[in-house]
């Protein structure tokens, strides 16, 4: 158990579908991220919320749409997804954001665009 | 651009010593930070190092040479279960953190 939770851990979505990935924390922290990880390739950070508000977006296309309802709770909503876009998805937590914190990571979601 | 470099992947015996490398460029540094991914879970924190010098934890050290951009990750008698990829992670001047591409170690018995 890290502290960090994702559902669903694995997903198999058509071009046209749209679901949603869940994080949930229960750490106390005050920022949460999502995270993109492909094989072989360094993590791209994908959005930053602090406090609820978000403070990153680094060029994600829009069919990736965050939400963060609380500080425990974090979705990404996915639609109209590439086959390029299968990867693992990360959530993370830390304490703040700005500072070098240690990022709790979740399980990730395995997610598969057909 | 910013960069981080780190192996690929790298194979050690069962009890033996590996070392892995990390080198960086990066628009300021505000510390080095080495996390554990184990197949399928999630990444873990191993170390953080601001400083020069070595930071040893257990079986694990990390070592930091900021005017080299360069640290390394050293993991002695080695176990099975250390069979896993090896992040290392930069913060930046704007505290970004910048990933490197992970080196997966492969421990043989």
């Known amino acids: 158990e890290t502290g960090v939770t994702q559902t669903p851990r694995h997903l198999v979505m058509g071009m046209t579908n749209k679901k949603s990935l869940k994080c949930e924390q229960h750490?106390?922290?005050?920022?949460m991220y999502w995270y993109k990880q492909s094989a072989k390739k360094p993590l791209e950070l994908m959005f930053v919320?602090?406090?609820?508000?978000?403070?990153e977006n680094n060029s994600v296309p829009s069919r990736f749409s965050p939400e963060c309802p609380n500080s425990s709770h974090l979705f990404l909503h996915l639609h109209t997804l590439q086959p390029e876009d299968s990867a693992l998805y990360l959530c993370a937590s830390s304490h703040s954001q700005g500072e070098a914190n240690v990022l709790t990571f979740g399980a990730g979601s395995r997610l598969t665009v057909l | 651009g910013q960069n981080i470099d780190q192996p690929t992947e790298m194979t050690a015996t069962e009890g033996a010593i590996v070392q892995i490398n990390c080198t960086y460029q990066t628009s300021g540094f505000n510390g080095l930070f080495w996390y554990q991914q184990h197949a399928g879970e999630a990444p873990t924190f191993l170390s953080y190092n601001v400083l020069d010098g070595l930071e040893e934890k257990g079986r694990f050290s990390s070592f930091l040479s900021r005017s080299k951009g360069y640290s390394y990750l050293l993991l002695k008698e080695l176990q099975m279960k250390d069979s896993a990829s090896y992040l290392c992670?930069?913060?930046?001047?704007?505290?970004?953190?910048?990933w490197g591409a992970g080196t997966k170690l492969i421990i043989k018995p």
């Open positions: 992670a930069v913060t930046d001047s704007n505290y970004q953190l910048i």
């Open positions: 750490l106390g922290h005050n920022a």
């Open positions: 919320y602090s406090l609820e508000e978000r403070v």
